[in-house]
């Protein structure tokens, strides 16, 4: 089992910034893809963003193109999620999760739902 503990989520005004942290254990294998996953009350979990080992490749979804940028720290066994202009629309629950066989592209896209998932930190943006 893989535990994945989430930080940095908050409340923050319309056009504002927060940086999202997931720990992943010592043993995790950091060749498994990672990503952030989001909940909102008005619509079904969706991936947000998605990150290979080693960062060599990178997805987002077209919503928070431009605005979210996802990365890693394999030594560190962490992947965040950066998110600037943040719009109300965004605020929700989100989720760190990883994959040993997805890539980010079909964790991203929904191809099935991740093996590991982390509790979930709250993100709510007001205007």
């Known amino acids: 089992q893989v535990q994945l503990v989430e930080s940095g989520g908050g409340s923050v005004q319309a056009g504002g910034s927060l940086t999202l942290s997931c720990a992943a254990p010592?043993?995790?294998?950091?060749?498994?893809?990672m990503g952030w996953f989001r909940q909102t009350p008005y619509k079904a979990r969706e991936g947000v963003a998605g990150?290979?080992?080693?960062?060599?490749?990178?997805v987002v979804r077209d919503s928070v193109k431009g605005r979210f940028t996802i990365s890693r720290d394999d030594a560190k066994k962490t992947v965040h999620l950066q998110m600037n202009s943040l719009k109300p629309e965004d605020s929700g629950w989100y989720y760190c999760a990883a994959d040993p066989v997805l890539g980010p592209y079909s964790l991203v896209g929904g191809l099935r739902a991740p093996d590991y998932w982390g509790q979930g930190t709250q993100v709510t943006v007001s205007s």
């Open positions: 990150i290979e080992t080693k960062g060599d490749k990178t």
């Open positions: 010592e043993y995790f294998d950091s060749s498994y893809s």
